[in-house]
């Protein structure tokens, strides 16, 4: 058989990389390959997946791949792979239309390990009956009833409880009809049901042909070598070509279109209707069009400034829509601008406010506001990106659609010549007029009216119940003990087990002793730290300050400052103004808010961080802007009322989406100093000071107060001490160095921590207007370097993948469920995610713990909790990330030394320590409880009530 052929290279510089592309020209199977020395190497292959029905199949078949394939035939070969493997990322996701496999490793071993079982799984799974039933759905009989119950169908109950994801959908419905993105590719639990095995294996077998795959990879492995494993266990043995599948093109309208979209609604509030317009283009494959969309969004929206956000943040009712901006996520581009926070007669106003807004912007915009958004462009493509999925994996898997849909797979990663072009376009006066003018005489257009439904989950659910109802009647003696004999069938096929001798692993004496090194700190002037990373040609600034004289009563306040500050005027700048020279300066930057709590103390540290990016060759613009943010206004009251009001909005209508947030920090806040304080700013607690806030935000009085706290706030934090962390190429930060001392002088002496008391356990169930729940329980444990440190680690592990994956997950029937623990915060953990049950949860965690403490556990599940643990130490952190990493280790007193001696407890950790260890600090009867339940008559296991809609009026 004839092997991969090289098609195309393509240097990238900006990188340091090289795009490969090949083609096996026997079944058409194509490779992808982005060469570069970074230390995570990624794989993914994705296939196109189309459905025309709302009943889960894509979603469902990507689960049950993972569940036992013809040479791992054992029950569960991707979960036990993540216990087995030192992987840096595992996952598999299902879009609107493709379903993609990824993985990263830096682990070459452990890279190929992976390849044989993804290979596997995804073009020979077994798919058996019995893990349709568990991972899809299936009829159970509960206290005698009959309900449904499976993992996906679970998981897409609390799915539906996202407002955002309702209206995105109804408007790719609306938008996209006739195509596979009308359905919902999830699954809509009302229509799931409708979905048989038989048509589970149908779709595998016209979908996951190697004809249809989309091999990637990324990293510093051999292109050749992946192709002959690829050849080897896939190509040798499925050689069929099916015609090319991609998503279907919408037929062209030829005038615009109007449309209801109902949104679950928690607060049955009179402001929380919407308006949006959406308009469909051409293919998202054409990365020159998608392009030149980006910069008509960022000159529309770009800045507080830009003419349609500042008519739609001036209008004097609602907000921006969180749906605005470009959407390439679909073989279509889009383009979404809208309104939020609406009273229903202002969905009129607020179509006009827009409309009018861009007759206003086809006069056009400012030059420099197009060159800052092709700097941005070009920014983004450089950047080291972090938040979970490794850079080299998170760029494969922006490049799917193109190579799915047969665009131009080199502009996916590589921008420059069409940048290049852009600037060209730019200089002519009347480009973004144009596009302006195309914009408004575009007949694809679709006017949707946002519906806020405070009986949405409720009514899903009287529908469920009334077709179960309907399906009882009819159940025979035969039925009723089919589903018996099903259940039971499951739950031997569970226990069972299975014989993962096949599978190949990493053990304990196959890593390094030595912890992952972390970047150098040089002193470059007085509280100014360079960390010299390789960043692409990217610097980072963040300026710290240590907020250890707020008072506790402030807290809130502080929390309010963080959310607001980076939006106001600075100095003599207004918002307007200021908005649109920092977005011409620098393409990144933001406030946030953390903790730090010191080694051996009870007690937190507030720091608020500024960040700033900016491409290196730009540096000094960094400095400006962090300086200028040093002088925020408070007196432009109008500005602060809305900001205020608009972040207030969010947090009350999104209550639902967030139970299972809120009950997290109710459970582990009596634990923990660092969660007590995040509990105070952004849990229970926050929310009557947030609905304060709302209601005073509507009063020139309220407006005054909140302006009057905030400036006193200012007054405090200008006096805390600053320090400022660099990171990029060494010899051009050193040189900046004296200027980023920011002229602050010598910083006044550390001012005292608060302390904060830890407070009785939780024990409330927080019920919100939801389909799932989500049940956590935590324990205060100690933090690292303690003696039991290491071991309680591992117990966590051996909690998540030897018992509660099992009881949670496959025979509760809720999506998932894990067990922590966080040497910083000093926490232990257990939780559920979009979980059918509450008090069965519980008592799961129970048993959990207790055979914890009485199992002997083996040589092979010591060996793969350890390997758990080290991946989680092990995983490179981009640039920026890895620098505040180690200036925050470095403030913790966190050394090379107790982070070796730590890795060496844990690489030498025996089933006695972690018994002994679980013993002594995860009692039930110490444990703090909360949960967020979707109703308050089910079973609560003693839990407290608390409605949580009350709190937030």
């Known amino acids: 058989m004839q092997s991969f052929q090289l098609v195309n290279v393509h240097p990238i510089p900006a990188l340091h990389a090289r795009l490969e592309q090949y083609v096996e020209p026997m079944t058409g199977a194509r490779h992808v390959h982005l060469a570069s020395d970074q230390q995570e190497m990624a794989f993914l292959v994705g296939f ?151 048509m589970l294996v149908e779709f595998h077998a016209t979908h996951y042909s190697p004809s249809q795959a989309m091999f990637m990879t990324a990293g510093r492995v051999d292109a050749a070598a992946i192709q002959s494993r690829i050849v080897d266990r896939v190509l040798s043995r499925r050689q069929e070509r099916l015609a090319p ?22 607060q049955t509030s009179d402001n929380e209707f919407g308006m949006q317009l959406a308009w469909r283009f051409g293919e998202s494959n054409d990365a020159t069009a998608a392009a030149r969309l980006q910069l008509l969004e960022r000159g529309l929206l770009g800045d507080a400034s830009a003419p349609v956000l ?52 086809a006069e056009g915009v400012p030059a420099e506001v197009l060159r800052a958004a092709l700097r941005d462009m070009r920014f983004s493509q450089r950047q080291i990106v972090g938040g979970g999925t490794p850079d080299g994996l998170a760029r494969l898997i922006r490049a799917v659609p193109a190579l799915m849909n047969g665009g131009d797979v080199v502009s996916a990663f590589d921008n420059e010549q069409i940048l290049g072009r852009l600037e060209q376009e730019i200089a002519e006066p009347a480009f973004f007029s144009n596009m302006v003018g195309t914009l408004l005489e575009h007949p694809t257009r679709l006017l949707a009216r946002v519906i806020p439904d405070a009986d949405y989950a409720a009514k899903r659910e ?72 390789a960043t692409n040609g990217i610097c980072y600034a963040t300026l710290v300050r240590d907020l250890g004289a707020i008072a506790p009563d402030d807290w809130p306040w502080l929390d309010l400052y963080a959310d607001v500050v980076e939006d106001l005027g600075v100095g003599t700048l207004s918002y307007e103004e200021a908005s649109r020279w920092r977005k ?37 613009h960094a400095v400006a802007v962090l300086r200028a943010w ?35 920090l109710s459970a582990t806040a009596p634990c923990s100093p660092r969660r007590s304080f995040s509990h105070l700013t952004r849990g229970l607690p926050s929310l009557p000071f947030t609905a304060s806030l709302r209601k005073m935000s509507g009063s020139p009085e309220g407006r005054q107060e909140i302006a009057r706290q905030l400036e006193r706030l200012h007054a405090l934090i200008s006096a805390c001490p600053t320090r400022l962390i660099w990171t990029g190429a060494g010899d051009l930060a050193s040189a900046a160095a004296p200027s980023l001392a920011l002229e602050a002088g010598s910083p006044p002496a550390m001012a005292p921590t608060q302390t904060l008391q830890g407070g009785p356990a939780a024990n409330a169930a927080l019920r919100v207007a939801s389909q799932v729940n989500h049940c956590h329980i935590a324990w205060p444990a100690p933090r690292l370097g303690h003696a039991d440190a290491a071991a309680l680690a591992v117990a966590a592990e051996l909690l998540t993948h030897r018992s509660l994956h099992r009881r949670l997950r496959e025979e509760g029937g809720a999506y998932g469920g894990s067990a922590a623990y966080s040497g910083e915060d000093g926490l232990f953990t257990m939780n559920s995610y979009r979980d059918p049950r509450v008090a069965g949860t519980y008592a799961d965690f129970a048993l959990s713990l207790e055979e914890l403490v009485h199992t002997e556990h083996d040589v092979s599940a010591m060996d793969e ?76 296991d003693g839990m407290v009530v608390v409605e949580v809609a009350s709190l937030a009026r």
């Open 48 to 198: 196109p997946t189309v459905p025309q029905a709302s009943d889960g199949r894509a979603h469902i078949l990507e689960h049950l791949t993972l569940c036992g394939s013809e040479k791992y035939p054992v029950a569960d070969p991707f979960f036990a792979m993540m216990r087995r493997s030192t992987a840096t990322f595992m996952n598999a996701m299902t879009y609107a239309d493709r379903t993609i496999y990824p993985f990263a490793s830096t682990d070459i071993t452990d890279f190929f390990n992976l390849l044989d079982v993804y290979l596997d799984a995804t073009f020979f799974p077994k798919l058996d009956y019995l893990s349709f039933r568990q991972e899809g759905w299936r009829h159970v009989l509960k206290e005698g009833r009959l309900r449904y119950q499976g993992v996906v169908f679970n998981e897409m109950k609390g799915a539906f409880d996202n407002p955002m994801r309702a209206l995105y959908r109804g408007i790719a419905a609306n938008l996209l009809p006739a195509t596979t993105y009308q359905y919902d590719s999830g699954g809509d639990p009302l229509i799931i049901p409708e979905l048989t095995h038989e």
């Open 245 to 266: 599948r991609m998503p279907e093109l919408a037929t062209p309208w030829t005038q615009p279109r109007e449309t209801e979209v109902r949104i679950p609604s928690q």
């Open 310 to 361: 500042k008519a739609m943040q001036g209008a004097g009712f609602g907000r921006p829509s969180a749906l605005n901006g470009v959407d390439d996520s679909t073989r279509h581009l889009m383009l979404h601008l809208g309104m939020a926070g609406l009273t229903a007669p202002q969905m009129e106003t607020a179509q006009t406010v827009v409309l009018e807004a861009l007759q206003a912007a």
């Open 462 to 533: 009287r529908v469920e119940l009334d077709r179960l109802a309907m399906q009882e009647a009819r159940l025979t003696e035969q039925d009723r003990q089919r589903i018996l004999d099903e259940d039971e069938a499951l739950s031997m096929h569970r226990l069972k087990g299975s014989d993962y001798s096949a599978l190949p692993c990493i053990r304990p004496g196959d890593v390094g002793t030595e912890p992952s090194p972390l970047p150098a700190i040089r002193e470059l002037a007085p509280q100014v730290r360079l960390f010299e990373a």
């Open 584 to 620: 011409q300066q620098v393409p990144a930057f933001s406030v946030t808010l953390d903790t730090l709590q010191p080694t051996g103390q009870s007690s937190v540290m507030p720091q608020l961080k500024t960040h700033v990016a900016i491409l290196e060759e730009e540096q000094s």
């Open 630 to 664: 040093m002088s925020p206004r408070f007196d432009e009251l109008d500005r602060i009322a809305f900001l205020v009001k608009s972040q207030a909005e969010r947090i009350l209508n999104d209550l639902a989406d967030s139970g299972g947030f809120y009950a997290q």
């Open 865 to 940: 909790a350890i390997i758990s643990v080290i991946k989680r130490l092990d995983k490179p952190l981009p640039p920026r990330d890895a620098a505040l990493t180690a200036d925050r280790l470095d403030q913790l007193g966190i050394d090379t030394t107790l982070r070796r001696e730590h890795r060496r407890q844990v690489l030498s950790c025996t089933p006695a320590q972690v018994r002994d260890a679980a013993s002594r600090w995860l009692s039930i009867g110490r444990s703090s409880r909360a949960a967020s339940v979707t109703q308050a008559d089910q079973p609560l």
